[in-house]
């Protein structure tokens, strides 16, 4: 007996696609409300830790007592160590607003914020790096090698002439996106290696190098090559900007920046303009690494040039700060750090938390 075949309706895959994308969209939903309700929890028990022990003489081993009792009642639950107690009063001191759950730092993961807490001692400073983590989608290791690498001091500082070539809010949203000094330090290689070596290394470590350039780069090609009247020119890394829709020419020089660099990156860029870039795509931007540059020669070489193009270093042996040989970690600083991991360890904060880490 032959089986009777069953016809589905002709639009029943975009409807499950659709029923796919609300069941996703629904548990993100539950996810992020789940995780503010517990940011709001700690900051409220840190809140009433802060203010009783302004109120009366609460010393740690009270902590020690909560934290027993806490463990006892909620065997089934992390996070109630006393550690992590001391992480919930600093949390609440350090956002001593009660209306925390309109602050960006709710929507982040607990161990995040532990890592704001630990790493930063500047309320601004955490504030710019919370909002990059969630418009980002960092996890834990790339907000900590984001802090560690001093991303406030970097983003937005390459020489450009985006002002004078771009329309606003454009030129402003582009010249933010660039950074100076670029950190390829994680290549391996030393002060001499060469431009190819350099770009050979760095397509090879491309997730690390889409992560120091940051949040919406996607790699197109290496030497991509262009044509121009049967002559043949080899671009070093060409990308796409997924926020600025414009395409980003990166030329390499293992050589101080000299005013002809930026002529030659301008003439890339009028070929990438006329033979790659679609017509709803933005102008095509240029970086330009160099192993140095002089500031103010590079904003001269680019008053002159009718493309945008930025100017930034790039550094493959990092220098160690000034303070590092005489600011060597005290006892108290690296049982501090144990004390974090030992916090983070305890939330069972596992790789799955980083599966929407964007480079």
């Not at 329309?167 to 330090?185: G, I, R, V």
């Not at 090879?204 to 009247?229: C, D, M, P, W």
């Amino acid at each position: 007996m032959s089986q009777k075949k069953v016809t589905f309706p002709t639009d029943y895959a975009d409807w499950l696609i659709d029923i796919k994308r609300r069941v996703v969209a629904a548990r993100q939903r539950a996810a992020l409300a789940a995780n503010a309700e517990l940011i709001q929890l700690y900051w409220q028990i840190g809140h009433e830790l802060v203010q009783r022990q302004k109120s009366a003489n609460w010393g740690d081993k009270v902590l020690d007592r909560l934290a027993s009792d806490l463990r006892e009642a909620f065997p089934e639950m992390k996070g109630f160590s006393r550690a992590n107690l001391k992480f919930m009063r600093a949390f609440a001191q350090a956002w001593p607003d009660a209306a925390i759950g309109q602050q960006v730092v709710s929507q982040l993961p607990w161990g995040h914020n532990v890592m704001l807490l630990t790493k930063l001692k500047d309320t601004a400073q955490r504030l710019y790096y919370a909002e990059r983590a969630l418009a980002g989608g960092w996890s834990r290791a790339t907000l900590e090698v984001q802090i560690r690498n001093r991303l406030h001091e970097r983003q937005g500082q390459a020489v450009t002439n985006f002002s004078a070539r771009l329309p606003a809010p454009h030129s402003e949203l582009a010249h933010e996106t660039l950074k100076d000094p670029y950190l390829f330090d994680f290549l391996g290689l030393g002060d001499d290696a060469h431009e190819r070596e350099i770009e050979n290394a760095l397509v090879r470590h491309i997730t690390k190098f889409l992560l120091e350039l940051g949040s919406g780069f996607a790699f197109i090609a290496r030497q991509y090559r262009l044509e121009v009247n049967g002559n043949e020119f080899f671009i070093d890394l060409l990308f796409y900007h997924t926020r600025l829709k414009c395409y980003v020419v990166v030329e390499l020089k293992a050589t101080a920046f000299k005013p002809e660099h930026a002529g030659q990156l301008n003439f890339y860029l009028t070929a990438v303009d006329r033979q790659v870039k679609a017509p709803d795509d933005k102008p095509t931007i240029g970086l330009l690494l160099c192993k140095t540059q002089d500031r103010l020669v590079a904003e001269y070489a680019l008053s002159g040039i009718d493309k945008p193009i930025g100017v930034a270093e790039y550094q493959l042996v990092r220098a160690l700060p000034e303070t590092f040989a005489t600011n060597l970690p005290t006892v108290e600083e690296l049982e501090s750090e144990l004390a974090e991991d030992a916090v983070i360890r305890d939330f069972q904060i596992t790789d799955a938390d980083d599966e929407g880490d964007k480079a």
